[in-house]
Nanobody, 119 residues
Framework: QVQLVESGGGLVQPGGSLRLSCAASGSILSFYAMGWFRQVPGKERELVAR???????FYVSSVKGRFTISRDNVKNTVYLQMNSLKPEDTAVYYC?????????????WGQGTQVTVSS
């Protein structure tokens, strides 16, 4: 199974930016879609953004216009550019993939990367 490793998190002030990276150990072209999720303690993990292998994107309403998901099929990496960050964006961010449109995302999760938005 392809391994996914997240990086790029950190501490940033409100209004700041971060770019998260999700590096795959193999080709991401074999996946129908890749997604970025986030989770805060006591809450369920939520899908933040998703990109399909055709480039179609989805964003949860709370990040529309601020976050951009992209993929580099040569580097086997998916990015999440996060601008105009707000304290409520604070969470651990994870990436995952799904093989086909009607399948779930893979059941195993990586370590994630912590994003903290605070002054």
């Amino acid at each position: 199974q392809v391994q996914l490793v997240e990086s790029g998190g950190g501490l940033v002030q409100p209004g700041g930016s971060l770019r998260l990276s999700c590096a795959a150990s193999g080709s991401i072209l074999s996946f129908y879609a890749m997604g970025w999720f986030r989770q805060v303690p006591g809450k369920e993990r939520e899908l933040v953004a998703r990109i399909t292998n055709s480039g179609s994107t989805f964003y949860v309403s709370s990040v529309k216009g601020r976050f951009t998901i992209s993929r580099d099929n040569v580097k086997n990496t998916v990015y999440l550019q996060m601008n105009s960050l707000k304290p409520e964006d604070t969470a651990v961010y994870y990436c995952n993939a799904k093989q086909f449109p009607n399948t779930d995302y893979f059941p195993s999760w990586g370590q994630g990367t912590q994003v903290t938005v605070s002054s």
